[in-house]
């Protein structure tokens, strides 16, 4: 890293910056585009069908399908790009943004590997270095950020069908966001602090010390929580093609419609980077006290993929909610749930456990 | 008379949601791995232009007028077929012949012309069914799409090479001149 930085003529700290958002940005705009594939290929495997299969790159180089992402993105570059004629061209064209930029930076501070010192700087594995005062609480603050971007596209296209596609899952998104922060919250006090690197510590690397075996309640609802979060089924309450259309994306297309539909990858790429944090040990490898950076970058990978597919496993497993069922449950389930979780962890706390 | 329709009382575990989740999940893994681990062959998917189902026996698809052993069309333009089609998409025009050297009385007829259209016909075999020689037959081609109108009038010697590849024998554009009579007819 020091021989790179001298040749770019910056100090180690800029050069490892920008190499992370790079890695990371890229990353997992990357992923989340794969993962449009992996979700249409796993959806056809749960259903016994196949699957897109055929995209080739060069018309030759079939490698199952892989370059699906890639012909889709084409494809969705050169189709016309309409805006509808009342539409509020402004905000119309802000909303992919609004949705896709908050997806993004929900990453942000999310540790992907262990702190390794090299030639005398101490370099961290996380875009934000640990102790910048916001730690895990800029997730979910950038996680409530995106019901802009679905309310906006929703309101900006005057559409009747989206409006109410994007008043359901905003609706959606707050209620859940109680519950969820409950449950959090209860992992701070555990932990002791809300930076992401002092939760994966206080886990450490026994898989039975991780906080899924202590908080398994609080796992279910942030778990649950998360789908609503990420307006995925069995919550997806912006999208509905039985009742309202499409849904907030009614009324876009072309790159814009790709951008929106990328966003919710995004954002359960994220999702699924902060379960694994939260509840998994993070980096952490099982039964290694110190491992190497590299294994730890790969286990937390692991880790977050696995979560990434078991939101795909999910979706085409389990039928949607009645709207009203959703918020029954939100409201009556994960958030006395939730309560009850960070009470309990409250008095054994308080018990001097 | 009204019906007591009976409520399934869940369990306690089914009413947790979880367990009933997880079940359903296991469910749905099963299925993935058994689709995953599955050779392309014996998947239920038949992936078309690279692979083909073989079409049962009794498939009614493109036809084939039949012929003899030297090529001759076994048609004997009796129209039956034209009249019992549903579609009205057969056109027969007819002709004499002379078999062989005995011409005197023994002209026999064929068809000048046999066409379907095969943007109207409806495949329901009828024309099969009616034909007293056994002459047209509905078999298992289904591939019949064409880039114009035209290319679907199928002619005479179209109809009777339909087959022909597949059945390893040569196409013919003429009526040969046979070398035997079909038919002896005592004088
Ligand atoms: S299959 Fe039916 S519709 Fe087609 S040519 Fe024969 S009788 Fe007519
Ligand atoms: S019914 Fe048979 S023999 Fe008669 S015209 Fe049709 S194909 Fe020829």
């Known amino acids: ?353 | 008379m009204g019906v007591v329709v009976k409520k399934v009382e869940l369990s306690w575990l089914d009413r947790t949601y979880v367990w009933p989740v997880m079940k359903g999940m296991g469910i749905t893994l099963r299925h993935f791995f058994r689709q995953l681990f599955t050779p392309t062959a014996k998947r239920y998917t038949i992936q078309y232009p690279d692979m083909k189902k073989e079409m049962p026996e009794g498939y009614r698809g493109l036809h084939e007028l039949k012929r003899f052993e030297d090529g001759a069309i076994k048609c004997v333009a009796c129209f039956m077929c034209q009249e019992a089609c549903p579609a009205r998409c057969i056109s027969i025009e007819a002709e004499e012949f002379s078999d062989l050297n005995i011409t005197q009385g023994f002209e026999e007829k064929r068809p000048a012309k046999f066409s379907i259209d095969m943007l109207r016909c409806i495949y329901c075999g009828m024309c099969e069914e009616a034909c007293p020689k056994d002459a047209i037959w509905l078999r298992k081609d289904y591939e019949v799409a064409a880039y114009d109108r035209l290319a679907m009038q199928y002619g005479k010697w179209d109809l009777m090479n339909t087959y022909a590849k597949a059945d390893g024998k040569e196409l013919i554009s003429e009526d040969p001149t046979p070398s035997v009579p079909r038919r002896t007819i005592a004088m």
Request: glycine share 10%; hydrophobic share 55%; proline share 5%.
């Open chain 1, 1 to 353: 890293m020091d021989k790179l930085a001298s040749l770019l003529h910056t100090t180690p700290a800029i050069a490892w910056m920008v190499a992370k958002l790079v890695i990371v940005f890229g990353g997992v705009f990357s992923l989340a585009a794969l993962w449009t594939w992996v979700e249409r290929r796993g959806a056809a495997m749960i259903q016994d069908r196949i699957g897109p299969n055929r995209a080739a790159l060069f018309g030759k180089i079939k490698i199952i399908g892989l370059a699906q992402p890639l012909a889709d993105g084409i494809k969705f570059f050169f189709k016309e790009d309409l805006v509808p004629h009342d539409a509020n061209k402004g905000l119309f064209w802000l909303a992919p943004f609004l949705a896709l930029v908050p997806a993004l930076m929900g990453f942000a501070v999310i540790p992907f590997g262990r702190s390794f010192v090299s030639g005398g700087h101490e370099y961290h594995m996380a875009l934000l270095d640990p102790g910048n005062g916001m730690g895990l609480l800029y997730p979910l603050a950038i996680g409530g950020m995106a019901v802009y971007g679905v309310l906006v596209a929703a309101w900006s296209s005057n559409n009747k069908w989206a409006i109410l596609g994007g008043m359901r899952s905003s609706a959606t998104m707050v209620s859940y966001e109680i519950g969820m922060s409950l449950a959090v919250v209860t992992i701070f006090m555990t932990a002791g602090g809300y930076d992401p690197s002092e939760v994966i510590k206080a886990q450490g690397h026994l898989p039975w010390a991780w906080n899924i075996v202590r908080q398994p309640l609080g796992f279910i609802v942030f778990f649950t929580c998360m789908f609503a979060e990420t307006n995925r089924l069995p919550f997806d309450f912006a999208e509905g093609e039985s009742e309202i259309v499409a849904g907030f994306n009614t009324e876009y297309g072309s790159m814009k419609f790709s951008l929106l539909a990328l966003s919710e990858y995004c954002h359960l790429m994220t999702a699924s980077a902060l379960i694994a944090t939260l509840y998994f040990g993070g980096w952490q490898v099982p039964f290694m006290q110190n491992p190497p950076v590299m294994l730890s970058v790969a286990s937390f990978l692991v880790k977050m993929l696995f979560f990434a597919w078991v939101f795909v496993w999910i979706r085409w497993t389990l039928p949607r909610f009645r709207y009203d069922q959703l918020m029954h449950l939100g409201w009556k389930a994960m958030l006395p749930m939730s309560m009850v979780n960070l009470v309990f962890h409250a008095w054994r706390m308080s018990q001097g456990h």
